[in-house]
Each structure stands twice: as C-alpha cells, then as structure tokens.
C-alpha cells in the first residue's frame, strides 16, 4: 500500500504564501511521478501541477508563475510553494502518484485564501 502524507495548509490572506508538504515511502518517491491535486466546493478536482523523479515539473496556466515544486529527497518529501495566493486558490490540496499497482491520493490539505 502507498501512503502519501500531506501537511502545510491552513488559512491566509490574498497575496500572501503557503508551503505544502507530501511525504511518501522511498520507493514512491524515487521512481514515480508526484502531483498536487485541488478540489475546491462545488468544482472536480484539478491539476495543479507535477514532478517527474528526474525533477521535471509541470503547472495548470492557472497556477504559472505563483506555484513552484521542489522535492527533498533525503527526506522523501515534494513540497508545494504557493506564493501570491488568491481568494480562488482556496480548495482542499492532495497529493497524487501513480504507480505499477495503482492510483493513490493522500488525505488532502485544507487552503483557505481570504480577500
């Protein structure tokens, strides 16, 4: 079973910035691709972004240039920087792998970005 953990929500104003953390087994987190996931009231849920192991990222147009991906790999954790939040940004945050024995999500984080 593949567990993925995430932690770093919480509530902000507009415009200011949020770290989400995903910590994962060392296999996971070596040989798949990690992604951020959101789903706010009422709306499916959406790519945020993603990275591959080699440490390729990728963002929805709605996060470029706010959002950025790093990962710490002596602590098997990809982190989710999200500077620049905006009222819109609110949503609950998963985390999000895919692997030879299926699709995994973690819990979810709760984001609240307030005007």
């Known amino acids: 079973q593949v567990q993925l953990v995430e932690s770093g929500g919480g509530s902000v104003q507009a415009g200011g910035s949020l770290r989400l953390s995903c910590t994962t087994s060392k296999t996971v987190f070596i040989y798949n691709t990690l992604g951020w996931y959101r789903q706010a009231p009422g709306k499916q849920r959406e790519l945020v972004g993603t990275?591959?192991?080699?440490?390729?990222?990728n963002f929805a147009d709605s996060v470029k240039g706010r959002f950025t991906i790093s990962r710490d790999n002596a602590k098997n954790t990809m982190y989710l920087q999200m500077n620049s939040l905006k009222p819109e940004d609110t949503a609950v945050y998963y985390c999000h792998t895919e692997t030879i024995i299926g699709v995994f999500w973690g819990p979810g984080t709760q984001v609240t970005v307030s005007s």
């Open positions: 990275m591959t192991p080699e440490g390729r990222t």
